[in-house]
Nanobody, 114 residues
Framework: QVQLVESGGGLVQPGGSLRLSCAAS????????MGWYRQAPGKQREMVAI???????NYADSVKGRFTLSRDNAKNTVYLQMNSLQGEDTAVYYCNARTASEYWGQGTQVTVSS
């Protein structure tokens, strides 16, 4: 069993930045992948960014060049640095981890508005 605790969401103006954190309850070194998904009102949940056990990252086209996913194995934490935020980035962001099973965090709201 893995618990994922997210933090760092909030309200930000267009063009601003936020950093999301996701702390796992145990070592993430052998996780097949960790990353972030998001769900905007009335839309399906979509992948934002994931990092594999080998350190390879994959980003949604809509966030490439603006978002950066990183992993700190010593802290069992992944981070999503979000820059140049736009209104379309407004959503609930969910941390995801895949081992032999799949786990989700509780979600953190990101609102981009002036």
């Amino acid at each position: 069993q893995v618990q994922l605790v997210e933090s760092g969401g909030g309200l930000v103006q267009p063009g601003g930045s936020l950093r999301l954190s996701c702390a796992a309850s145990r070592s993430i070194r052998t996780f097949a992948s960790m990353g972030w998904y998001r769900q905007a009102p009335g839309k399906q949940r979509e992948m934002v960014a994931i990092i594999t056990v080998l350190g390879n990252t994959n980003y949604a086209d809509s966030v490439k060049g603006r978002f950066t996913l990183s992993r700190d194995n010593a802290k069992n934490t992944v981070y999503l640095q979000m820059n140049s935020l736009q209104g379309e980035d407004t959503a609930v962001y969910y941390c995801n981890a895949r081992t032999a099973s799949e786990y989700w965090g509780q979600g953190t709201q990101v609102t981009v508005s002036s």
